[in-house]
C-alpha cells in the first residue's frame, strides 16, 4: 500500500525555522512531481511548493518566495520543505501530495 507520511511540525517563533518531510513507501515516486499545501485555521487548503519529478523545477506561492525551500532525496522517497523566516500566518496543517495521493498532515504553529 503506498503511503505518504509528514513529520516535522511543531510548534516554533516567529522567525523561526522548521523542516517538514514526506516519506513515500511502497513505491518509487521519482517520475512524479510532488508538492505541499496547507490549511490554516478557517481556510480553505492552498498550494505552497512544488518540485518536478527531476527536481531542476521548484514552484513557490508568492507567501513563501524567498522563506521557504523545497527539495527532493530520490534515494531516501523522501520529500523536504525548509521553512525560514516563519510567520504566525504560515500557521497551518502542511500536507504532502504526490502520486494522487495526499498525506495525514503535520500541524505547523508559529507564536508571535
Known amino acids: 500500500q503506498v503511503q505518504l507520511v509528514e513529520s516535522g511540525g511543531g510548534l516554533v517563533q516567529a522567525g523561526g525555522s522548521l523542516r517538514l518531510s514526506c516519506a513515500a513507501s511502497?513505491?518509487?515516486?521519482?517520475?512524479?512531481?510532488m508538492g505541499w499545501f496547507r490549511q490554516g485555521p478557517g481556510k480553505e487548503r492552498e498550494f505552497v511548493a512544488a518540485?518536478?519529478?527531476?527536481?531542476?523545477?521548484?514552484y513557490y506561492a508568492d507567501s513563501v518566495k524567498g522563506r521557504f525551500t523545497i527539495s527532493r532525496d530520490k534515494a531516501k522517497n523522501t520529500v523536504y520543505l525548509h521553512m525560514n523566516s516563519l510567520k504566525p500566518e504560515d500557521t497551518a496543517v502542511y500536507y504532502c501530495?504526490?502520486?494522487?495521493?495526499w498525506g495525514q498532515g503535520t500541524q505547523v504553529t508559529v507564536s508571535s
Open positions: 501530495n504526490g502520486m494522487g495521493l
Open positions: 518540485i518536478s519529478w527531476s527536481g531542476t523545477s521548484t
Open positions: 511502497g513505491r518509487t515516486w521519482d517520475t512524479y512531481a
